[in-house]
């Protein structure tokens, strides 16, 4: 298992830029697949970004896509969402998690794929 913690999150202008990150702690952060989700007030959990374990292959969800950029570096046991072109509807609280099972190849999008969530941090995109 890992434990997670984001941190970077905060208030920016549309059309502005931030970087989340999210540390892990455990020796087996490489073994695992990340991703992002994020949930805003009286919404559902949604997907925003995966990798994989060598950061071969990622995903993004069509609203992020060619805006957000998700990258890990398993020597600093961290995984990284810049973002982009942030827009009022990007504002939620953002969460990284490790897949449930480790050494998968690929990544996957659905939340129940997911477990060891973090605490998330909070994303504000002013218009």
């Known amino acids: 298992q890992v434990q997670l913690v984001e941190s970077g999150g905060g208030l920016v202008q549309a059309g502005g830029s931030l970087r989340l990150s999210c540390a892990a702690s455990?020796?087996?952060?490489?073994?695992?697949?990340m991703g992002w989700f994020r949930q805003a007030p009286q919404k559902e959990r949604e997907f925003v970004a995966a990798?994989?374990?060598?950061?071969?292959?990622?995903a993004y969800a069509d609203s992020v896509k060619g805006r957000f950029t998700i990258s890990r570096d398993n020597a600093k046991n961290t995984v990284y969402l810049q973002m982009a072109s942030l827009k009022p509807e990007d504002t939620a609280v953002y969460y990284c998690?490790?897949?449930?099972?480790?050494?998968?190849?690929?990544?996957?999008?659905?939340?129940?794929?997911?477990?060891?969530w973090g605490q998330g941090t909070q994303v504000t995109v002013s218009s």
């Open positions: 455990g020796r087996t952060f490489s073994t695992y697949a």
């Open positions: 990798i994989s374990t060598s950061g071969g292959s990622t």
């Open positions: 998690a490790a897949e449930v099972r480790p050494l998968r190849l690929g990544v996957r999008t659905a939340s129940n794929e997911y477990g060891n």
